[in-house]
């Protein structure tokens, strides 16, 4: 109950005054006549907040089981989940994508919408991981915003590694430089923004083919961005995105997110420590690389494959 004062001439014009403010729900309490007319004090029933519901505990429990119950699903390894949940309960918020959102933003770090990319970068990774893809879409987007992106491929001990680019890029009229090795990638002067390098797959196993990789991370100018499908199995994601930590790789896109119902893996690779900025839902160069906020996360292991079938279309 709220009271409200109205003064005027009249009790009518007072009653009219109380009704434009208050609305037909008013009722008057009282009215009294002063020097200058008449003074109607008037109420109004206020919503008053279910005080019993908000500080029922199994309030908060049923987020914290909601979004066990997702992430169970999601097949996050189970010490994981635990962590979250453990700062779902600390937090104490009653919506649950808020709730996992924070709780995500302390598992890792994430890049900003606004941060993105770097602008000199080189895409590395598994096998037939999307690399090509990104390294396109990457290209496709820059062209779109008006920029000259400089394109060029390491990928060259594979026949039609380059081709595949070229043929991907070609309708974009970008070119795709073929270097050999990261000398004569870094012996070019390039003064186009950005500047996107692909490169061969490795399989992230192999301890040869990592060392290979630190000694090409060594002589390369580029950052090195991970490129990880989202839907690999959480311990081998986890491992992958370890590894590649450990030669000092610090961001990753994640792709092929339409061809995952689960998503523990991503979330293995993020507290690793890889930064998630991008994901790919798709093949087609067109379809953008989208960013990754602990928010969208959240959003996406809620809300399991519907989530990305609705941010894909
Ligand atoms: N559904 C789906 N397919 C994708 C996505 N990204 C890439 N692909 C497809 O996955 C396959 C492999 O992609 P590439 O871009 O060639 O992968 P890569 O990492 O360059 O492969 P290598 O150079 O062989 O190591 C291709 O058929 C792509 O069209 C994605 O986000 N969703
Ligand atoms: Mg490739």
Redesign the pocket.
Known sequence: MRLRVFEAATGQQALARMREALGPEAIVVATRDTENGVRVTAAVETHDPDLRAMLDPSARNAVVERIGDALRAQAVPPPLSERLLARVRETGLDDPVLALADALGRLGAFATAAEGLPDRLALI??????????VAKLAAEARLAGARPSVASL?TR?AG?VA?LRSLLEPLGVAVERCEDPQQLGGRSVTERPEIV?T??LNPFSGRELATLATLLSQLGQEPVL?LPAGLDPADSGEIAANFAALGVSRMIV?????ARRFGGLLAAVDAGLRPCRA????AVGSALLPLSPASLARLLLGGSEAVAETSS
């Open positions: 990774g598994p096998c037939g991981g999307g690399k090509t893809a990104a990928d594979r590694g595949r692909d061969g797959g490129v792709t092929k997110l339409d061809m790919s839902i798709g093949p």
